[in-house]
């Protein structure tokens, strides 16, 4: 196993996945449930400025793991713990880090019993999604996959809402579900190349026939997480039921493994199965964004409605990945950035109103913006920043998405391939419905708005929690290149990873001539190249 030079001598990575767990040891010791939230934060807050060296120090020039740590864990089955960031696993790392203090925050008062329970839950998520970011090893990869099950079930099942058993044992079932295929798909992958290793598996050249069902394996498990149309029904109950917190969490992080996933895996270790099932992706990224801005059109709960919109932002995020291009993979890694700081915002919102209000229904809601003007305003900032208004972060990632994907289109050739493109417009229109609708009923309503008049504008710590996330609307839509330059390098890495055709790398057991020639056919690259 060749593992990349580093010359980073600190185990930043190892110290980032560990602490959190130490944290909530000592948490365990607290008694009051005051210092339980303060060491929470407080921990939180140093996590999140501990693990910004890993973007200074990060070189530029190079797509090779930073930071790398490797120790043997279980000598016998060449099990391993190796950790390691390139430039597309370290924004989601740092996302991690950042949203975690917030979550907290939005916790506050909104979590009144079984707070150290509560807190101690976050610090093992905060450990268990910087682990699966940063490992290079399957099966490490893997218990971390796992690691996060349990505590965001406990979540959603102990401080959920009035329907919270099913939310969680609906979650776990799904989430269980795709790890089988994760697991059968790793287990596969050693016994060919003897070695859990991920960088060894994307180097390897496998039969046509042996990708395939890889690829299966690990979309399935990863379209569960997304989650992609049609695996999405249980994420709008576990919105629903979930804490605010949860909501954050599910929204802002998990939901990114599994587009993560696609990158990591699918892409650079099963390229030619990509190829051939790249229609099939496709065209449910596309289902997806219209599916998830109809659904979210038709919704009256504020928490439905945000949650079938990540359904929608989701379809964006895949539909970039499987373009294959430069311009559809970097934004579709940007679409996950700004998802995770804007759907987590509206749904710290959401939660604000729920605190107010006791209720989510969108017409008790209306006309809150005439007494709480400061929370109308960031609200609205955060319902345009959704609905991709130029200026606003997620206007940039899905400006590539579409310019990746119709650049495709044009290079394909395909009336098909230029059809499906045209059908993601419904998607960015529906978007604008559901978001101005929303904002124009919370903020000002109708003619007989219920009465708001004893409600208060947002505290001191409201406004610090959604602030961070205003800043970073506002940043990454005006100065995106501090986010995208850090991807150049590993992106193209992986662009070469994946136009490794088949017949470059498969020198026996290919299925069919017809099914190699269909596989050129839709990678007009790959085409040029053996011709």
């Known amino acids: 196993m060749n593992l990349p030079s580093n010359p980073e001598t600190f185990p930043f990575l190892s110290v980032l996945i560990f602490a959190p767990l130490g944290a909530a040891v000592i948490a365990a010791l607290l008694r009051s449930e005051r210092a339980l939230r303060w060491w929470t934060l407080i921990f939180t807050l140093g996590a999140a400025g501990f693990s910004l060296p890993l973007y200074w120090k990060f070189p530029l020039n190079t797509h090779e793991f930073q930071f790398v740590e490797h120790a043997s864990w279980i000598s016998k089955l060449a099990v391993n713990y190796t950790v390691g960031v390139d430039g597309i696993s370290l924004l989601l790392l740092l996302l991690t880090t950042i949203i975690m203090p917030l979550c907290v925050l939005c916790s506050w008062t909104y979590i009144k019993t079984r707070v150290k329970e509560f807190m101690i839950c976050l610090l093992i998520m905060e450990s268990a999604m910087i682990g699966v970011f940063s490992a290079l090893d399957f099966v490490l990869f893997f218990v971390f996959w796992e690691a996060m099950l349990i505590p965001m079930a406990l979540l959603i099942g102990v401080w959920g809402g009035p329907r919270k058993v099913y939310a969680a044992l609906k979650f776990f079932v799904y989430t269980m579900a795709g790890s089988v295929f994760l697991l059968v798909a790793i287990i596969a992958l050693y016994i060919k190349t003897g070695s859990f290793y991920i960088p060894k598996a994307m180097e ?88 998830g801005g109809f659904a979210a059109l038709a919704q009256n709960d504020l928490k439905k409605l945000v949650a079938y919109s990540s359904v929608g932002h989701m ?152 602030a961070p996330l205003l800043v970073f609307v506002l940043w990454i839509g005006l100065n995106p290149q501090p986010f995208t330059r850090v991807l150049h390098a590993s992106v193209d890495n992986l662009l070469k990873q994946v136009e490794r055709s088949a017949v470059q790398v498969v020198q026996t057991e290919v299925p069919s001539v017809a099914l190699t020639a269909e596989i050129r056919n839709l990678n007009p690259e790959a085409r040029n190249k053996s011709e």
């Open 204 to 291: 390897q050249g496998f039969s046509l026939n042996f990708q395939c069902w890889i690829f299966l394996a690990f979309a399935i498990s990863f379209a569960i997480k997304v989650p992609m149309f049609p695996f999405h029904t249980w994420l709008p109950a576990a919105h629903v039921e979930a804490p605010t917190a949860g909501s954050v969490l599910l929204a802002s992080i998990l939901l990114k493994m599994g587009t993560y996933g696609f990158l990591r895996f699918c892409l650079p270790i099963t390229p030619d199965a990509t190829h051939y099932f790249l229609p099939w992706m496709l065209g449910l990224s596309v289902v997806a964004i219209v599916y």
């Open 315 to 466: 379809g964006f995020a895949t539909l970039g990945i499987f373009v294959l291009n430069k311009s559809g993979i970097e934004g579709a890694l940007l679409v996950m950035i700004n998802h995770g700081v804007t759907t987590g915002a509206l749904f710290i919102a959401v939660g604000i109103i729920y605190e107010r209000l006791h209720t989510r229904e969108l017409d008790k809601a209306a006309g809150l913006g005439k007494y709480m003007p400061i929370f109308a305003g960031l609200f609205g900032v955060f319902a345009l920043s959704s609905l991709a208004f130029p200026g606003t972060n997620s206007f940039i990632g899905e400006f590539l998405v579409l310019v990746g994907g119709f650049g495709w289109a044009k290079d394909l050739g395909q009336p098909w391939a230029i059809t499906l493109m045209i059908l993601v417009v419904p998607g960015v229109v529906l978007a604008a419905a559901y978001n101005l609708r929303m904002l124009q009923r919370v903020a000002y309503g109708g003619t007989r708005n219920p009465d708001h008049s004893a409600l208060k504008d947002l505290g001191l710590r409201e406004i610090l929690t959604l």
